[in-house]
Nanobody, 124 residues
Framework: QVHLVESGGGLVQVGGSLRLSCAVSGRTFSTYAMGWFRQAPGKEREFVAT????????LYADSVKGRFTISRDNVKNTVYLQMNSLKPEETGVYYCAADYAIGLVTKASKYDYWGQGIQVTVSS
């Protein structure tokens, strides 16, 4: 079993930054592709970013390109999401997810394990 715990969320002003972390325990972290998703109130969960098992490849939603950075530390068993220039419409619950796959994974249905989610609120 794999257990994921997000941290680093909270309240930030428009244009501000937050760094989310997701600590992973259980099976070998380095064998998993990792992803970040978010869900705004009343909306479906959407893809934000993904990183492959080595950390050498990443992919982002068009809406966050150039502002968000996903990274991972396979020694610390942690994946990060650095979010800059945040916008009010990016308010929501952010989830990290793990998939036992080599490549990049953008579909939520492909992920095997999920964290409990963490609230990010961007205030104007």
């Amino acid at each position: 079993q794999v257990h994921l715990v997000e941290s680093g969320g909270g309240l930030v002003q428009v244009g501000g930054s937050l760094r989310l972390s997701c600590a992973v325990s259980g099976r070998t972290f380095s064998t998993y592709a990792m992803g970040w998703f978010r869900q705004a109130p009343g909306k479906e969960r959407e893809f934000v970013a993904t990183i492959n098992w080595t950390g050498g490849r990443t992919l982002y939603a068009d809406s966050v390109k150039g502002r968000f950075t996903i990274s991972r530390d396979n020694v610390k068993n942690t994946v990060y999401l650095q979010m800059n220039s945040l916008k009010p419409e990016e308010t929501g619950v952010y989830y990290c997810a793990a998939d036992y796959a080599i490549g990049l994974v953008t579909k939520a249905s492909k992920y095997d394990y999920w964290g409990q989610g963490i609230q990010v609120t961007v205030s104007s």
